[in-house]
C-alpha cells in the first residue's frame, strides 16, 4: 500500500511559478511510474507528466511542454512538479498518481491540491 500527500499548490499571478510535491508513504517499486494529473472545473481529469521511478525517464503532456519539469528525490521518495510561465489555463486540483502499467489504471492517487492562476 503507497500513501500519496500533495503539497504546494496556491495563487500565483500569470507568468509566476510554482513548484509542487508529492510525498509518497510505502514501498515504491522499481517499475511504478509516478505522474501529475490535473483537473480544470467542469473538465475531465487530464494527464500532465509522468515519470519513470527507477530510471528518471521524463515525459509530458503537450500543453505544458517547456514550462514544467518533473522530477524526483529518491531518498526522501517525493516527486516534484517545477511550473514555470503559469498561464490561466493552468489552473486546477493537481493531483499525484502511481501507476505500475498504463495511466488508465492508476493504482494510487493522492488526495490533490489546489493550483489557481489569476489573470
Known amino acids: 500500500q503507497v500513501q500519496l500527500v500533495e503539497s504546494g499548490g496556491g495563487l500565483v499571478q500569470a507568468g509566476g511559478s510554482l513548484r509542487l510535491s508529492c510525498a509518497a508513504s510505502?514501498?515504491?517499486?522499481?517499475?511504478?511510474?509516478m505522474g501529475w494529473f490535473r483537473q480544470a472545473p467542469g473538465k475531465e481529469r487530464e494527464f500532465v507528466a509522468g515519470l519513470r521511478w527507477s530510471s528518471g525517464f521524463t515525459y509530458y503532456a503537450d500543453s505544458v511542454k517547456g514550462r514544467f519539469t518533473i522530477s524526483r528525490d529518491n531518498a526522501k521518495a517525493t516527486v516534484y512538479l517545477e511550473m514555470n510561465s503559469l498561464k490561466s489555463e493552468d489552473t486546477g486540483v493537481y493531483y499525484c498518481a502511481i501507476t505500475s502499467g498504463t495511466w488508465s489504471l492508476v493504482d494510487y492517487w493522492g488526495q490533490g491540491t489546489q493550483v489557481t492562476v489569476s489573470l
Open positions: 510505502g514501498r515504491i517499486l522499481s517499475r511504478y511510474w
